[in-house]
């Protein structure tokens, strides 16, 4: 598996009833393919992969797989308690994900050695490979934009999202649709951002939109 390029993290849609939304993953996901990412990064921290079930991450992951069509590889997300990591791993494989993006246990504790243990009993169910570190790939076409770009846009998205917990994900969701798709709301625990916060990061994306379009 090669990732290379901006990699795509989808956020997970839900309807008015709260489900899983497939028909607007699917739109979701073929717009961010339009734009020729290096690798699609499904029900992973953006798509709130620990507030879904088994059988929402084994549809989400197969409707990633079915719109990717092969063009790029297609990363699950799996972690938390060893069992339900197992689940996801061996869901996912089945699914025909390339890789697993594997998130440890965020409660449970342990030595080095209970890490690894972790990280090679989920590499074994899943039998695919297994990505544990985040990547990190600088803008080397245009420098100048990338530093705007952190000025501009990242750096004060970043001190949004700090405010409150879980902005993370739900600043991201909030993105989507004030680009024009109904995703939908984030799931408990998390909570939607403030009004203040929404016109913050309405104006935040309006920012990064036009130092890109300026650049190009």
């Not at 795509?8 to 849609?13: G, I, R």
């Not at 549809?59 to 069509?69: D, E, H, I, L, Y």
């Not at 990242?154 to 798709?181: F, I, N, Q, T």
């Amino acid at each position: 598996m090669r990732l290379d390029g901006v990699l795509f993290f989808p956020v997970t849609p839900f309807g008015a009833d709260g489900a899983l939304d497939e028909a607007v993953l699917a739109e979701h996901l073929r717009a961010g393919l339009a734009h020729g990412p290096g690798g699609v990064f499904v029900a992973c921290g953006t798509g709130e992969f620990p507030s879904l079930s088994a059988a929402e991450h084994d549809r989400a992951v197969r409707t990633a797989v079915r719109v990717a069509g092969g063009d790029v590889p297609v990363v699950a997300g799996a972690g938390g308690p060893l069992g339900a990591a197992l689940d996801q791993a061996r869901g996912a494989a089945a699914a025909g994900a390339d890789g697993l993006l594997l998130m440890p246990p965020y409660l449970a504790q342990g030595p080095r050695q209970g890490l690894r243990a972790y990280v090679e009993t989920v590499a074994r169910a899943a039998g695919i490979p297994v990505i544990v570190a985040a990547y990190h790939r600088a803008q080397r076409d245009d420098p100048g934009l990338a530093e705007r770009l952190l000025a501009e846009f990242y750096a004060p998205l970043v001190e949004l999202r700090s405010r409150v917990p879980g902005y993370a994900v739900s600043l991201v969701k909030a993105g989507v649709r004030l680009r024009g798709l109904d995703a939908g709301a984030v799931r408990p625990p998390l909570a939607e951002p403030a009004p203040e916060h929404l016109d913050e990061l309405s104006r935040l994306v309006k920012t990064g939109l036009a130092l890109v379009e300026a650049a190009s």
